[in-house]
């Protein structure tokens, strides 16, 4: 059985960081592309970042480029999310998922998500 679960989340101030952790298991996680979604409240799933299977391509949406860090640890079976610079507008509950492939956003699988919430 696939699962995926996050951990991380929880309440930071304005400008702050977290790491969030995504650790899979029943599959073989070094041979797919993960990603990592995020849905805030009243709005859509919202893609955020994608990772290949050995760490060499990596894409990151405009909306936290050059805040957010997409990472995998392979022999950990764990996909990792670093933030930085967080603001109110990062406020979401936030998914990593197991991709259908490298293009897209599509996903099979994906986790019951953690809750971050940036608040002064």
């Known amino acids: 059985e696939v699962q995926l679960v996050e951990s991380g989340g929880g309440l930071v101030q304005p400008g702050g960081s977290l790491r969030l952790s995504c650790v899979a298991s029943?599959?073989?996680?070094?041979?797919?592309?993960m990603r990592w979604f995020r849905q805030a409240p009243g709005k859509g799933l919202e893609w955020v970042a994608t990772i290949s299977t050995l760490s060499s391509n990596i894409k990151i949406a405009d909306s936290v480029e050059g805040r957010f860090t997409i990472s995998r640890d392979n022999a950990k079976n764990t996909l990792y999310l670093q933030m930085d610079a967080l603001s109110p507008e990062d406020t979401a509950v936030y998914y990593c998922a197991r991709a259908r492939g490298w293009t897209g956003s599509e996903y099979d699988y994906r986790g019951q998500g953690t809750q971050v919430t940036v608040s002064s």
């Open positions: 029943g599959f073989t996680f070094s041979t797919y592309v």
